[in-house]
């Protein structure tokens, strides 16, 4: 899981591509409201999903099994 808005000056998008390149795997994005917008669903990779905040324990869950067993 990574939250998009990083400190710093580097999202959570540029964080995931860079860790995909050592170890390819899942990606969980992490967004607030207000954030949603930024991070549009049709600019996700193949094994990327977003959560928006704030989330359930329920929906998280669902989401980790959609993203582990799809």
Same mark, same amino acid.
């Given at each position: 899981?990574? /939250?998009?808005? !990083? #400190?710093g000056?580097?999202n959570?998008r540029? !964080?995931?591509?860079f860790?995909r390149?050592a @170890? #390819?795997g899942?990606i969980l994005f992490?967004i607030?409201?207000a =954030?949603s917008? *930024?991070?549009?669903? /049709? @600019? !996700?990779e =193949?094994g990327?999903?977003? !959560?928006?905040?704030?989330?359930?324990? /329920?929906?998280?869950? *669902?989401?980790?099994? =959609?993203?582990l067993f @799809?």
């Amino acid at each position: 899981m990574i /939250d998009v808005g !990083l #400190p710093g000056g580097i999202n959570g998008r540029q !964080l995931a591509d860079f860790g995909r390149t050592a @170890r #390819p795997g899942r990606i969980l994005f992490i967004i607030g409201y207000a =954030e949603s917008r *930024a991070m549009k669903t /049709d @600019r !996700l990779e =193949e094994g990327m999903a977003i !959560l928006t905040k704030p989330f359930t324990i /329920d929906s998280i869950v *669902a989401r980790i099994k =959609e993203l582990l067993f @799809r």
